[in-house]
Nanobody
């Protein structure tokens, strides 16, 4: 059984930083594309960032480009999302997910975590 787990969410002031982590059991993350999505209250789930297995390719949404960085641990089995210069509009539940190909479409991701909450105060 595959289980993906996010951690690192919390409350931060605008302009601050947080680093989210994504790990998995039952799945070798270093062989998969891993993406981050977020869902704010009353809104649909939206793509944030994704990276392929060797982080040579990464995709970012326009709203986070230049502020967020996706990376992997040395083993490739933990995927991070470093979020800098956070804004109140970044407030959302953040989810990591695994896919076979580098995609922005949530429907192409096979496995999902339960999410971690990020709240950015103004």
């Amino acid at each position: 059984q595959v289980q993906m787990v996010e951690s690192g969410g919390g409350l931060v002031q605008a302009g601050g930083s947080l680093r989210l982590s994504c790990t998995a059991s039952g799945l070798v993350l270093r062989t998969r594309v891993v993406g981050w999505f977020r869902q704010a209250p009353g809104k649909e789930r939206a793509f944030v960032a994704a990276t392929n297995w060797d982080i040579r390719r990464a995709l970012y949404s326009d709203s986070v480009k230049g502020r967020f960085t996706i990376s992997r641990s040395g083993t490739g089995n933990t995927v991070y999302l470093l979020m800098n210069t956070l804004k109140p509009e970044d407030t959302a539940d953040y989810y990591c997910a695994a896919a076979q190909q580098l995609e922005t479409d949530a429907a192409k991701y096979d496995y999902w975590g339960q999410g971690t909450q990020v709240t950015v105060s103004s």
